[in-house]
Each structure stands twice: as structure tokens, then as C-alpha cells.
């Protein structure tokens, strides 16, 4: 069973820099990502990762966050600067596991990300 553990986030000032991390173990993980969900607002797509390096971010933070990955393809970054009151939100990381035809989702707990103005 593949498990997610992040770490990292907590309160920052607008205009400052954060970092997040998650940590994936028990299976081998492709696309890796992260996902926010703001106070009173559905889950949304931050920024994904696939195993071969290509990266995809929304709109909203692009130029202002960065996703990598370790070698070993086992950890996912994420790097946020020039950050703003509305990045608030908790932040779940995501993996997908690719297994016998079938496509497995998996995500983290959650780490609170608040941006004060």
C-alpha cells in the first residue's frame, strides 16, 4: 500500500516563500503532485510531476511555484514564492500508481498553507 507523508507549510507573509515536501513509500509511484483545497472551495490542481520529468502547473501559479522531484523518483517538492493571501489553503500531495492495467490514486493528509496579507 503506498502511503504519502508530507511535510513542511505553515504561515507566511504575503510576498514570502514556502516548501513542501512528501515522502512516498510502499510502491513504485509515476505522476506525483500537489492539490489545494481554499476555505470553502473544492479540491483544485496545483502542479504535477510525471515520472520522466514533465511538470504542469494551473494557471494561478505559474511563475510562482516549482515542482521537482528526487533521483529516486520516491519524494515530490514543491517550491512557492511570491506567495499570496488567496494560496491559502491545505495542500494534499497526490500520487498515481500505474498496476496490471489499472490506475491507482493515492494522497496525503494534508498540510495547512496560510498566507497572511
Known amino acids: 500500500q503506498v502511503q504519502l507523508v508530507e511535510s513542511g507549510g505553515g504561515l507566511v507573509q504575503a510576498g514570502g516563500s514556502l516548501s513542501l515536501s512528501c515522502a512516498a513509500s510502499?510502491?513504485?509511484?509515476?505522476?506525483m503532485g500537489w492539490y489545494r483545497q481554499p476555505p470553502g472551495k473544492q479540491r483544485e490542481l496545483v502542479a504535477t510531476i510525471g515520472s520522466g520529468g514533465y511538470t504542469h502547473y494551473a494557471d494561478s501559479v505559474k511563475g510562482r511555484f516549482t515542482i521537482s522531484r528526487d533521483n529516486a523518483k520516491t519524494t515530490v517538492y514543491l517550491q512557492m514564492s511570491s506567495l499570496k493571501p488567496e494560496d491559502t489553503a491545505v495542500y494534499y500531495c497526490?500520487?498515481?500508481?500505474?498496476?496490471?492495467?489499472?490506475?491507482?490514486?493515492?494522497w496525503g493528509q494534508g498540510t495547512q498553507v496560510t498566507v497572511s496579507s
Open positions: 510502499g510502491g513504485t509511484v509515476s505522476t
Open positions: 497526490h500520487g498515481e500508481r500505474r498496476l496490471f492495467g489499472n490506475t491507482y490514486h493515492y
